[in-house]
């Protein structure tokens, strides 16, 4: 089974192709739940406040009778924050993964160099002694 996985990573046809695309998007989902559910109230303890929440408000906004704010201006710099922390995951993992499929790899060997053989002089000396003992 190994085998076969390995000979299926080594290949690049497009089946295989989407298969690693549905699996990123698949560990994509992985990497975000991890960040929103334990580093993001980790760090927010920090902050006293849910990370993916913090914000700088630049006009503030208006509450409505419903209880919606309106016409709040903002740069909700901890989401973004969050989703630079899953991209620095992300790219760490497929890094690591990366890595290992090359190592596992063949090592392209050298061709083998042809073995010399004798050169034009030599072939014509040859040539000579045979006719020479011909006579």
Same mark, same amino acid.
């Given at each position: %089974?190994?085998?076969?996985?390995?000979?299926?990573? %080594?290949?690049? &046809?497009?089946?295989? +192709?989407?298969?690693?695309?549905? %699996?990123?998007?698949? =560990?994509?989902?992985?990497?975000?739940?991890?960040?929103? !559910? +334990?580093?993001?109230?980790?760090?927010?303890? +920090?902050?006293?406040?849910?990370?993916?929440?913090?914000?700088?408000? *630049?006009?503030?906004?208006?509450?409505?009778?419903?209880?919606?704010?309106?016409?709040? *201006?903002?740069? #909700?710099?901890?989401?973004?924050?969050? &989703?630079?922390?899953? =991209?620095?995951?992300?790219?760490?993992? %497929?890094?690591? +993964?990366?890595?290992?499929? &090359?190592?596992?790899?063949?090592?392209?060997?050298?061709?083998?160099?042809?073995?010399? !053989?004798?050169?034009?002089?030599? #072939?014509?000396?040859?040539?000579?002694?045979? #006719?020479?003992?011909?006579?």
């Amino acid at each position: %089974m190994l085998k076969e996985f390995k000979d299926f990573a %080594m290949k690049g &046809n497009l089946i295989d +192709i989407a298969v690693g695309f549905v %699996m990123g998007a698949a =560990f994509k989902q992985v990497v975000t739940s991890f960040t929103g !559910g +334990i580093v993001s109230p980790l760090i927010g303890l +920090i902050f006293n406040t849910d990370f993916k929440d913090l914000k700088w408000i *630049v006009k503030e906004g208006i509450i409505e009778d419903t209880g919606k704010v309106v016409g709040e *201006v903002a740069v #909700l710099y901890g989401d973004f924050l969050t &989703n630079v922390i899953d =991209f620095i995951i992300v790219a760490f993992v %497929m890094f690591i +993964i990366v890595k290992g499929v &090359n190592a596992t790899k063949k090592k392209e060997e050298p061709a083998p160099v042809a073995p010399k !053989g004798p050169s034009q002089e030599d #072939l014509l000396a040859e040539i000579r002694d045979l #006719l020479a003992k011909k006579k």
